[in-house]
C-alpha cells in the first residue's frame, strides 16, 4: 500500500467549506415559516416564584405564543441524571436534575422561567419585557463553606442540606504513612476554572412535520445520539421519527454535551405544539448563565513524605462547586480527586469530597473537566515540599515518577468511567527530560541572575500531568465504498474542530489505498450513524477512530475477497492502493474499488445468504477502559515587579498520546488548550457577587487571551503506544489546558522570589492586581 | 441581544441634527461612531426613542490649524488621527494613547466627538484632553459655547451637555516648543479599558528646569484627574528621581478609586503612582535628550 | 404597531442590493439573513469576538456595532468574497489551509476579512504586528499560533 496517511501533518478535508463562509452553522439553518424563540431568564439567583404572567407578551403584534412552567403539562419534568455515581462504597449523591422551565423557585441567575415565540428574535426581545414576574428572593448559597453550615438557605429543601454528593476514595493506609513521615505539608489550595465561552455560543432548531410524522433538531450538541434517544421517550415518539443533526459546531470544549439544556427539551415540544419550525439561537449575554461552567474547589491537602523527597501519601479534602443541580453526576470531582495522583508513585491515599449545592449555574466537564483542579494541588504540594526539603523542584518530581517497568499502573480508586484507575502505559522521565532541555533548565538560572543585574524580573515553572483519555462506552462507524470509488464514513459523535473529516480520512484512507480527500466523513447525524456516546473526554480519535478503523478493515477485506473471486487467485496476491485492487506485479490487472461497489450491489442475479449487499461494514469499539496520556509543559515569565504585569517568554509542551494520527491536527489542539489554560490561569475570572450575581456578563470583562496574551509555543512529543486499542493510540483534546495553573504559580513565584519572601501562591486564578495584594506586606 | 424599536433619521446637515435633538431631548441620541452606543443598545441598557444619525454630516469629520491649536471635528475617527502624522507629531500623547483604544476594527469607526462625550471614566482621551488644556465647543439649535476639559466631564458617563446640544469642535491648544510628553496605561489585555492611565507633559526652561508640568490620569475616578498641582512641586526645578516619587506619593493621596472586577482600588492607587514615576522619567527624557 | 422601515442600497461583494429594513436591523442580521450571506458570524453582539468583521469601504468594521441602514450607498466586502471569481483561493485562504490556521472555523471569517485588509496595507509585517493586528480577534481553539504563521506566510506569497 503506497499511500501512507497516518502519522502524517494531511491537510483538512473541511477546510474550503469553512474558509469560505460555506459551513453550515446552527444559525444558518433558514426554514420556511421559522419562528424564533426568546427565554425570559431568572435575575435572581435564589427566589420563589410567586407570579408569572404572560398575557401582555401575547397580545404584542408579531408574538405567536408564550409558555410557562404549567403550559408543559406532562411534558414538564427535570431532565435525566446522565452520569449516575460510580460504584464507591460510601457514596452520598443526591440527584436533583435542572427542569425546562422554572416552577415554584429559581435556582441561579439565568434561569428559564417563560419561553416566548415570535416571527424574529428582535420582536421576542421585545415581549420579554411585558411578561409579569414576581419573584421573592432569598439568601444566596455562593460560598461552599458557609452553603454547607447550619442555618444556610437551602437550595434544594428536600435535600435537608446542600449537599449534592460526598465521596471518599482511599488506597493504602494514610495516617500510618503521615506517622512515620519524616515531613508532612499542609496547605489550603483554592482553584477556579472558567467557562468555555467558544466563540459560537449555543442553539437549537426544531422542526415537527405533521405529515411526515418527522422530527428534525439541528442542536450544537456533542451527543446527538444521546439528545434523539432522550428527546423521542420525552416527546413520545419512536427513535426512528427523531433525527438530530449536529451541524458545524463552533467549539464545543464540553459544556455543549450537557444535556438536556432546557432549550433542547423545550423547542421540539414548542414546534410540535405550533407546526412550525422554532429557532432559539443562545446570545452572548445569556452564554454567561444558560450554558455549563466549570468553577472552583476549596483543598485542604496534606502531602507527607521522607526527607529525601519522596511521597509517601497523600490526604485530601476538598469541597466543589457543583451548582444548582447535577445532572452530570460526579464526573468532574472524581476526575479531580484521581488526576491528582499524577504520573507519581503515591502508595497512600485518602480523599475526600463534598460536592456542594449553590444557587449558581450547573458544572458539567470544560476541557479538562476538574483535573486541573487535581492537578494544581498535586503540583504545589511538590513545589512547597522541594522548597522546604531544599530539593530542585524538578527532580523532587523525578523522584517520584512512576517507573517505565510498572505499566500497566493501578492507581487503586475508582476513575469517571467506572473502573479502576489504571494507567495503560507510560514513559514518564523522558518526557520530562525533553521539556527541560527544550526550556533550557540548565543554563536557565545563570540567565535568570544576569537579567537580573539588568532589572528584569525572569522566572522558571515545570508541571507535569497525566491525562485519562478515551473512555468508553463505544462508538461505531459504517464505511461504505460507493460505485464512484469514493468512500464514506459515518460516525454518531459530532465534530467541533478538531478534524474528524480529515483523521477518520486518514485512517480509512490507509486501510482502503483511497485518497484522503476521496473519503467524505459524516458526523453529528443520528439519520446516517444511529448509534454513540458523544465527542467528550479526549475519546473521539481513539474510540470513533478505532471504530473507524475497524470497520475499514472489514471492508478491506470484502473487497479483497470480491477482487480474488474475480481474478480467481488468492487475496494474498492482492494489492490495494490508489483506489484499485490489483494483482502483486501485474497492475493492468486490476478492478476499481467502485466497480467492486457495483458489483456487490446486483441488479440481478442473487447476493448469497448470509452475506450483505454492499461494499461496507458497520463496526463497534469499546476500550475495557480510558487510556492515559501525559505530559510536562515548561514556562519562562517575565515578571514587573512593581505592577506585576506578565509576559510569556518561552513555552514548551512535551507530549505523549501514543500513536499520533495527524500531528498537525494534534498540535493544533494542544496550541488551543495551552490558550484555554493561559486564560485560566491568569486572565479569565466569573466574578460572583455574595447573593449569585455575576458581575463581569460580557467579553469586554470576561477575558478571553488574544493573540498578544498566547505565545508561540514549542511542542515535542513520545510515542509510548496503548495497548488498549490496535492503532495504540491516546486521546489529546484536553491535555494543552490542564498544567497551565501550577506552572503559572511556580513560574511568578520564581521570577519575584517570593518563597523566601514568605508567600506562597495557592490560588488559581492569579492576576496583576492579586499578585500585588498578596504581596504587598511581603518582605523585600 | 437585539435593540429595542427606536426612530432612525439620518441628518442631513449639523442645524437638522441640532434641530431634531432640541426637539426630542434627552428621547433623542446622536449615533456617531456606534462603537459604544451600539453595545448598550444591544444589551438594552440604553433604549432612545430616537437615532439621530450624524456621520453623513461630513463637516463635522476633519482635523484642522488654527494659530497655536488644532481644531478636530467631533466626528473625526481614530483611524484619521492614526494616520495623520503631522497631527500625531504635534500631539504625540494622542499618538501614543490610540493604540490603546480597543482595536483596529473599532478605531476604523469610532470617533472623538463619540468618546468625549461617552465619559467613560477609564477612556484615555478625555485624560489626555485635560493634560493639554482642551476646549470644548458646544451647540445648540441656537445657542453656542465653550467649555473647558475639566467643566466637560462631571462624572461617570456624564457629561455637562444639555438634552439639546452636541459636541461640535474640539481645541486642542498645541504644546510649547521644549515639551515632552508620555502617555502609558495598564490594561488587563491591550485595547482594554485602562485600570489606569497617565498622561503626562514636562515643559522646560532655558536652564532645563520645568517649567510646566501637566499630569493628568484615567480610570481612577468617577472622571479624568487633573493631578496636576501635585507635580507644582517640580516648577522651577530639574527633576530629580527622588523628587517625582514625591509627586507619585502625591498623586496617591490625591486620588479615590473605585476598584473593579480587574483590579482592587488599592492595586490602582498603587498603579497610579508607578505610572507617574515612569511617564514623568519618560516624559523629561524625551524633551532632555531632544525627541 | 408600525414599525421604522427605511430602504437601503448597498453593494456587496460588488452586487448591488436594495431592500427595504427596520432600522434597529444589525447589519451582520442584515447579511446573514436578509440577503442569506451567512458566512459572517455572531459572536458576541457588543464588538469584542471580531467574529461578525467585515469591510466597509475597504476598511474591517464590526457589523454587529452597525445598523443595515447605516450601510445605505457604501460597499461591503463578506468573506464570500474574498476567494477569487473561479473559486481559487485568496492566499491568505491558501496559508490558513496549509498551515491549519482554523480548527471550528467559527472566527475564521471575521479573522480573514481583518487580515487580508492588513495585509494590503502592511506588505511586510513582523510577527509582533501581526499578533497585534489579530488581537481584536478572539479564537478558542487554535491558540493563534498558526494563524500568525499563516498571515506570515500569505504576506510573503502576496509580496512575489
Given at each position: 500500500m503506497s499511500t501512507r496517511t497516518f502519522g502524517e501533518p494531511i491537510k483538512r478535508n473541511e477546510d474550503r467549506r469553512l474558509l469560505t463562509g460555506q459551513a453550515l452553522f446552527i444559525d444558518d439553518v433558514e426554514l420556511p415559516g421559522m419562528l424564533h424563540a426568546a427565554l425570559l431568564r431568572s435575575q435572581a439567583a435564589h427566589?420563589?416564584?410567586?407570579?408569572?404572567?404572560?398575557?401582555?407578551?401575547?397580545?404584542?403584534?408579531?408574538?405567536?405564543?408564550?409558555?410557562?412552567?404549567?403550559?408543559?403539562?406532562?411534558?414538564?419534568?427535570p431532565g435525566p441524571i446522565l452520569v449516575p455515581p460510580p460504584p464507591i462504597d460510601g457514596i452520598i449523591f443526591n440527584a436533583r436534575t435542572q427542569v425546562p422551565l422554572a416552577k415554584e423557585k429559581v435556582r441561579h441567575v439565568g434561569e428559564p422561567l417563560a419561553i416566548v415565540i415570535a416571527e424574529s428574535r428582535y420582536i421576542a426581545e421585545d415581549a420579554l419585557d411585558d411578561i409579569e414576574v414576581e419573584l421573592e428572593q432569598l439568601p444566596a448559597v455562593v460560598d461552599l463553606e458557609k452553603g454547607l453550615r447550619e442555618g444556610s438557605a437551602l437550595v434544594h429543601e428536600n435535600v435537608g442540606s446542600n449537599v449534592s454528593a460526598h465521596v471518599r476514595q482511599t488506597k493504602g493506609n494514610y495516617a500510618a504513612a503521615a506517622a512515620k513521615a519524616d515531613h508532612v505539608i499542609k496547605r489550603r489550595f483554592r482553584y477556579e476554572h472558567g467557562i468555555s465561552s467558544p466563540i459560537e455560543t449555543r442553539g437549537v432548531v426544531a422542526q415537527w412535520d405533521a405529515r411526515a410524522?418527522?422530527?428534525?433538531?439541528?442542536?450544537?450538541?456533542?451527543?446527538?445520539?444521546?439528545?434523539?434517544?432522550?428527546?423521542?421517550?420525552?416527546?413520545?415518539?419512536?427513535?426512528?421519527?427523531?433525527?438530530?443533526?449536529?451541524?458545524?459546531v463552533g467549539g464545543g470544549f464540553g459544556p455543549k454535551i450537557m444535556m438536556f439544556y432546557p432549550e433542547e427539551v423545550l423547542l421540539p415540544w414548542v414546534s410540535m405544539k405550533l407546526n412550525r419550525p422554532i429557532k432559539w439561537i443562545e446570545d452572548r449575554l445569556e452564554h454567561f448563565f444558560a450554558t455549563t461552567h466549570e468553577r472552583g474547589q476549596i483543598h485542604d491537602a496534606e502531602i507527607a513524605l521522607t526527607s529525601d523527597g519522596r511521597i509517601l501519601g497523600i490526604k485530601d479534602v476538598f469541597l466543589h462547586d457543583g451548582g444548582a443541580y447535577d445532572p452530570y453526576g460526579l464526573t468532574v470531582p472524581i476526575n479531580s480527586q484521581c488526576t491528582l495522583l499524577g504520573p507519581y508513585v503515591v502508595p497512600n491515599y485518602d480523599s475526600t469530597f463534598t460536592q456542594v449545592f449553590t444557587n449558581l449555574p450547573i458544572v458539567t466537564p470544560y476541557r479538562g473537566a476538574g483535573?486541573?483542579?487535581?492537578?494544581?494541588?498535586?503540583?504545589?504540594?511538590?513545589?512547597?515540599?522541594?522548597?522546604?526539603?531544599?530539593?530542585?523542584?524538578?527532580?523532587?518530581?523525578?523522584?517520584?515518577?512512576?517507573?517505565?517497568?510498572?505499566?500497566?499502573?493501578?492507581?487503586?480508586?475508582?476513575?469517571?468511567?467506572?473502573?479502576?484507575?489504571?494507567?495503560?502505559?507510560?514513559?514518564?522521565?523522558?518526557?520530562?527530560?525533553?521539556?527541560?532541555?527544550?526550556?533550557?533548565?540548565?543554563?536557565?538560572?545563570?540567565?535568570?541572575?544576569?537579567?537580573?543585574?539588568?532589572?528584569?524580573?525572569?522566572?522558571?515553572?515545570?508541571?507535569?500531568?497525566?491525562?485519562?483519555?478515551?473512555?468508553?462506552?463505544?462508538?461505531?462507524a459504517k464505511v461504505q465504498v460507493q460505485s464512484n470509488g469514493k468512500v464514506s464514513v459515518a460516525t454518531g459523535i459530532g465534530t467541533q474542530g478538531q478534524g474528524h473529516f480529515t483523521v477518520f480520512a486518514q485512517i480509512a484512507a490507509d486501510q482502503l489505498g483511497v485518497a484522503v480527500t476521496d473519503i467524505d466523513v459524516v458526523t453529528g447525524d443520528t439519520d446516517q450513524f444511529y448509534w454513540g456516546a458523544g465527542t467528550f473526554a479526549s475519546r473521539g480519535a481513539v474510540v470513533a477512530g478505532n471504530?473507524?478503523?475497524?470497520?475499514?478493515?472489514?471492508?478491506?477485506?470484502?473487497?479483497?475477497?470480491?477482487?480474488?473471486?474475480?481474478?480467481?487467485?488468492?487475496?494474498?496476491?492482492?494489492?490495494?492502493?490508489?483506489?484499485?485492487?490489483?494483482?502483486?506485479?501485474?497492475?493492468?490487472?486490476?478492478?476499481?474499488?467502485?466497480?467492486?461497489?457495483?458489483?456487490?450491489?446486483?441488479?440481478?442475479?442473487?447476493?448469497?445468504?448470509?452475506?450483505?449487499?454492499?461494499?461496507?461494514?458497520?463496526?463497534?469499539?469499546?476500550?475495557?477502559?480510558?487510556?492515559?496520556?501525559?505530559?510536562?509543559?515548561?514556562?519562562?515569565?517575565?515578571?514587573?515587579?512593581?505592577?506585576?504585569?506578565?509576559?510569556?517568554?518561552?513555552?514548551?509542551?512535551?507530549?505523549?498520546?501514543?500513536?499520533?494520527?495527524?500531528?498537525?491536527?494534534?498540535?493544533?489542539?494542544?496550541?488551543?488548550?495551552?490558550?484555554?489554560?493561559?486564560?485560566?490561569?491568569?486572565?479569565?475570572?466569573?466574578?460572583?457577587?455574595?447573593?449569585?450575581?455575576?458581575?463581569?456578563?460580557?467579553?469586554?470583562?470576561?477575558?478571553?487571551?488574544?493573540?498578544?496574551?498566547?505565545?508561540?509555543?514549542?511542542?515535542?512529543?513520545?510515542?509510548?503506544?496503548?495497548?488498549?486499542?490496535?492503532?495504540?493510540?491516546?486521546?489529546?483534546g484536553e491535555a494543552g489546558a490542564i498544567p497551565g495553573g501550577p506552572l503559572f504559580a511556580q513560574a511568578i513565584e520564581d521570577a519575584l522570589d517570593l518563597k523566601g519572601r514568605g508567600v506562597e501562591l495557592l490560588e488559581i486564578p492569579l492576576s496583576p492586581s492579586r499578585l500585588f495584594e498578596l504581596t504587598?506586606?511581603?518582605k523585600g | 441581544m437585539k435593540p429595542a424599536p427606536f426612530k432612525y433619521i439620518a441628518a442631513a446637515s449639523l442645524a437638522h441634527a441640532l434641530a431634531l435633538k432640541s426637539e426630542h431631548g434627552d428621547e433623542a441620541k446622536f449615533l456617531a461612531g456606534g462603537q459604544s452606543l451600539i453595545p448598550t443598545m444591544n444589551f438594552r441598557l440604553a433604549r432612545p426613542a430616537i437615532l439621530i444619525d450624524i456621520n453623513g454630516i461630513e463637516d463635522l469629520a476633519g482635523i484642522r490649524w488654527s494659530e497655536g491649536a488644532s481644531r478636530l471635528g467631533p466626528?473625526?475617527?481614530?483611524?484619521?488621527?492614526?494616520?495623520?502624522?503631522?497631527?500625531?507629531?504635534?500631539?504625540?500623547l494622542i499618538g501614543e494613547a490610540l493604540p490603546h483604544i480597543a482595536h483596529p476594527q473599532i478605531r476604523n469607526r469610532g470617533t472623538i466627538g463619540g468618546n468625549l462625550s461617552h465619559a467613560d471614566p477609564a477612556s484615555e482621551l478625555p485624560a489626555i484632553a485635560l493634560a493639554l488644556r482642551a476646549r470644548f465647543r458646544v451647540q445648540a439649535a441656537k445657542r453656542e459655547r465653550w467649555v473647558k476639559?475639566?467643566?466637560?466631564?462631571?462624572?461617570?458617563?456624564?457629561?455637562?451637555?444639555?438634552?439639546?446640544?452636541?459636541?461640535?469642535?474640539?481645541?486642542?491648544?498645541?504644546?510649547?516648543?521644549?515639551t515632552g510628553s508620555c502617555f502609558m496605561e495598564i490594561a488587563r489585555r491591550r485595547g482594554d479599558f485602562a485600570i489606569a492611565g497617565v498622561a503626562a507633559m514636562v515643559t522646560l526652561g532655558d536652564s532645563d528646569e520645568c517649567s510646566d508640568l501637566r499630569l493628568a490620569f484615567c480610570g481612577v475616578g468617577e472622571t479624568p484627574v487633573d493631578a496636576s498641582a501635585a507635580a507644582g512641586g517640580l516648577i522651577g526645578h530639574t527633576p530629580t528621581e527622588v523628587a517625582i516619587r514625591d509627586v507619585a506619593a502625591a498623586v496617591q493621596a490625591m486620588i479615590d478609586p473605585g476598584g473593579s472586577v480587574h483590579a482592587t482600588a488599592d492595586y490602582q492607587r498603587h498603579i497610579a503612582g508607578v505610572l507617574t514615576g515612569r511617564a514623568l522619567q519618560t516624559a523629561y527624557r524625551r524633551v532632555r535628550d531632544g525627541h | 404597531m408600525d414599525t421604522d422601515d427605511h430602504d437601503v442600497t448597498l453593494m456587496v461583494n460588488g452586487v448591488k442590493y436594495q431592500r427595504l429594513v427596520e432600522s434597529r436591523l444589525l447589519l451582520s442580521d442584515f447579511l446573514r439573513h436578509n440577503l442569506a450571506l451567512a458566512g459572517t458570524h455572531v459572536g458576541c453582539e457588543h464588538g469584542v469576538c471580531g467574529a461578525c468583521t467585515i469591510l466597509l469601504d475597504g476598511e474591517p468594521v464590526r457589523s454587529c456595532l452597525m445598523l443595515a441602514v447605516q450601510a445605505n450607498n457604501h460597499e461591503i466586502s463578506t468573506i464570500e468574497g474574498l476567494a477569487n471569481k473561479d473559486g481559487t483561493f485568496h492566499p491568505l485562504q491558501q496559508a490558513m489551509h496549509d498551515h491549519h490556521g482554523l480548527q471550528c472555523g467559527y472566527c475564521t471569517p471575521g479573522i480573514l476579512m481583518t487580515m487580508s485588509a492588513f495585509l494590503e496595507e502592511n506588505t511586510s509585517p513582523s510577527e509582533d504586528e501581526v499578533r497585534e493586528a489579530l488581537s481584536g480577534n478572539l479564537c478558542r481553539c487554535t491558540g493563534y499560533q498558526n494563524i500568525v504563521d499563516a498571515v506570515m506566510a500569505a504576506a510573503e506569497r502576496m509580496r512575489g
Open positions: 427566589a420563589r416564584i410567586r407570579k408569572i404572567d404572560v398575557s401582555k407578551a401575547l397580545q404584542r403584534p408579531g408574538v405567536v405564543a408564550a409558555y410557562v412552567a404549567s403550559d408543559l403539562g406532562d411534558y414538564w419534568q410524522n418527522q422530527m428534525t433538531i439541528w442542536d450544537t450538541t456533542q451527543a446527538p445520539v444521546f439528545v434523539r434517544n432522550g428527546l423521542a421517550g420525552m416527546l413520545g415518539l419512536n427513535e426512528r421519527q427523531v433525527r438530530v443533526i449536529a451541524p458545524f483535573r486541573q483542579h487535581g492537578v494544581f494541588v498535586m503540583e504545589r504540594l511538590l513545589d512547597l515540599a522541594a522548597h522546604e526539603l531544599n530539593i530542585d523542584p524538578v527532580e523532587i518530581r523525578r523522584r517520584n515518577l512512576i517507573p517505565p517497568d510498572a505499566f500497566p499502573y493501578n492507581n487503586g480508586i475508582i476513575y469517571q468511567d467506572f473502573s479502576v484507575l489504571e494507567y495503560d502505559s507510560g514513559n514518564y522521565e523522558p518526557v520530562l527530560d525533553l521539556a527541560l532541555d527544550a526550556i533550557g533548565y540548565k543554563t536557565f538560572r545563570d540567565a535568570q541572575a544576569a537579567a537580573r543585574l539588568q532589572g528584569r524580573h525572569l522566572g522558571i515553572g515545570v508541571a507535569a500531568y497525566v491525562e485519562g483519555t478515551g473512555i468508553g462506552p463505544y462508538e461505531g471504530a473507524v478503523n475497524e470497520a475499514a478493515k472489514v471492508v478491506r477485506k470484502k473487497a479483497l475477497k470480491l477482487a480474488g473471486d474475480l481474478f480467481e487467485c488468492s487475496e494474498d496476491d492482492l494489492v490495494i492502493e490508489n483506489g484499485r485492487v490489483s494483482i502483486v506485479g501485474i497492475p493492468e490487472k486490476f478492478v476499481k474499488l467502485g466497480d467492486l461497489a457495483k458489483q456487490a450491489n446486483p441488479m440481478r442475479g442473487a447476493v448469497e445468504p448470509g452475506t450483505e449487499p454492499g461494499l461496507e461494514s458497520t463496526q463497534y469499539f469499546g476500550p475495557k477502559m480510558g487510556a492515559t496520556a501525559n505530559g510536562v509543559h515548561a514556562m519562562i515569565v517575565e515578571m514587573d515587579p512593581q505592577t506585576f504585569d506578565l509576559k510569556i517568554l518561552k513555552y514548551v509542551v512535551v507530549h505523549d498520546c501514543g500513536t499520533v494520527i495527524n500531528p498537525m491536527i494534534l498540535a493544533g489542539q494542544i496550541h488551543g488548550g495551552v490558550a484555554q489554560g493561559i486564560g485560566n490561569a491568569f486572565y479569565e475570572k466569573l466574578a460572583f457577587d455574595d447573593q449569585g450575581q455575576l458581575l463581569n456578563a460580557s467579553l469586554a470583562d470576561y477575558l478571553l487571551p488574544t493573540a498578544l496574551e498566547v505565545p508561540r509555543m514549542e511542542l515535542a512529543h513520545t510515542v509510548t503506544k496503548s495497548p488498549l486499542n490496535p492503532m495504540g493510540i491516546k486521546g489529546a504587598r506586606n511581603a | 466626528l473625526t475617527r481614530y483611524r484619521a488621527l492614526q494616520r495623520d502624522a503631522a497631527f500625531t507629531l504635534a500631539f504625540p476639559a475639566p467643566d466637560f466631564f462631571v462624572s461617570a458617563l456624564t457629561t455637562d451637555l444639555g438634552p439639546d446640544e452636541m459636541l461640535v469642535e474640539i481645541e486642542l491648544p498645541l504644546a510649547s516648543p521644549r | -
